[in-house]
């Protein structure tokens, strides 16, 4: 078992805190399963999960993009930029965890079909939250070329609408939509994985304002049995600015492929 991403409901150091994360696990030879874990501190396994079934079929069965602790719940992106959260504690037994799902669908996007989306982060930015979206140029394996930010709304009670969904054999309703910012107003974005933080350039960063990140290409490759053969790559880093003009700076000291890992950045470097 492996550990793809993972978050945090708190400083570890405080009494009660929980993990949750992205795990990849080898259940039998040859294949490799993809899926959500909790953890408590002090517990010696990571244990599996009991989603409780809800009257919509549970988003959990679509891949998961990644994850936030945000407003005292768990939020789990999924690859069609809806949510999953986990506004009740999770409930620990001996040989499982039980969650109580909370489904968000969003309204589809307008406006991306010359999008090639390498990956979708969630960030916290003033006390709401964001899904920066980060994109390449048409074919997938050409370096990150610009982002997107949005901001999670709630669709009127005139808006909200019921809709087939993909897939499944249900109704759903669409209950919240994905509003572009048109500017970061002075916002710092440093995405990645579980992981990603904001700043305020105005707290003596001037110049500073944009959207940072590592190169994260390899998330979607499996791990066990790939890393030992496969090299992480480290060519795409660096600092997207909105601009005028938008561009992408590559201020991240160079790095040669990785055996072992995803390439990381100290704090001194940032």
Request: contains cysteine; hydrophobic residues 35%; charged residues 25%.
């Amino acid at each position: 078992m492996v550990i793809v991403a993972a978050t945090l409901s708190c400083q570890p150091t405080e009494q009660g805190c929980i993990f949750a994360g992205i795990i990849e696990s080898s259940p039998f030879p040859g294949g490799v399963k993809r899926q959500t874990a909790f953890w408590r501190m002090g517990y010696q396994v990571v244990l599996p999960t009991n989603w409780e079934w809800v009257a919509t079929t549970p988003l959990m069965e679509e891949p998961v993009e990644d994850l936030i602790y945000h407003n005292e719940a768990f939020h789990f992106l999924t690859e069609r930029e809806h949510i999953v959260a986990c506004e009740e504690p999770p409930v620990f037994h001996e040989d499982l965890v039980e969650l109580i799902p909370i489904n968000m669908y969003f309204q589809p996007r307008t406006g991306n079909d010359d999008e090639t989306v390498l990956a979708r982060y969630l960030v916290e930015s003033r006390r709401r939250l964001l899904m920066v979206v980060r994109l390449t140029s048409r074919r997938q394996h050409l370096p990150t070329s610009a982002f997107r930010v949005f901001q999670k709304e709630e669709l009127s009670s005139d808006d909200v609408k019921e809709e087939l969904y993909d897939n499944y054999a249900g109704v759903i309703q669409f209950q919240y939509y994905w509003s572009e910012l048109p500017a970061l107003e002075g916002r710092m974005l440093f995405v990645g994985r579980g992981c990603s933080r904001s700043y305020e350039a105005a707290n003596g960063y001037p110049g500073m304002e944009g959207v940072y990140f590592l190169d994260d290409q390899s998330f979607h490759k499996p791990i066990i049995g790939d890393a030992p053969n496969l090299p992480y790559r480290c060519s795409d880093n660096g600092k997207w600015s909105e601009g005028p003009p938008q561009e992408v700076g590559r201020c991240f000291p160079a790095r040669g492929p990785s055996m072992y890992s995803r390439p990381a950045v100290s704090n001194a470097e940032i």
